[in-house]
């Protein structure tokens, strides 16, 4: 939290205020109900629905984006500086949380955020003053 807080401090107001709006979330329609596991990220397919989450990467570094720690942290892919990239994942559990490092060793960590199965979730990544 305070490697968050110390990357919060460096950032202007314009980037505090896109930072702030860094994870929006549009609900895709139904909430399914199932079956939980014990591990979130488990690939089970009985009880799970898929989240979908789009990154639109506008900064130059390229991203690597991860579920965060707290669920056993899972790496879901990269997204290439100044693109956009799609990923799909099986989650059950009610919050999600994503850590985003940059190729140039930058961690941000969003906000822990409410999720339903078949949510779309959209993470922008705005771009840097050098």
């Not at 549009?26 to 939980?36: N, R, V």
């Not at 089970?44 to 130059?60: M, P």
Request: charged share 20%; proline share 4%.
């Amino acid at each position: 939290m305070s490697g968050l807080r110390a990357s919060l401090r460096s950032l202007s107001n314009r980037q505090l205020l896109l930072f702030a709006s860094l994870l929006t979330v549009g609900l895709a329609g139904c909430m399914g109900t199932g079956q939980q596991a014990d591990n979130p990220l488990e690939q089970d397919e009985a009880g799970t629905e898929e989240v979908e989450l789009l990154v639109r990467n506008h900064n130059f570094s390229q991203a690597t984006i991860y579920i965060a720690p707290e669920h056993g942290s899972r790496r879901l892919g990269i997204v290439h500086g100044k693109s956009d990239a799609t990923f799909k994942f099986k989650w059950h559990l009610p919050h999600i949380q994503l850590r985003v490092k940059f190729l140039a060793g930058r961690e941000i960590l969003t906000e822990t955020l409410a999720v339903s199965p078949d949510d779309l979730l959209e993470l922008l990544l705005p771009a840097s003053r050098q």
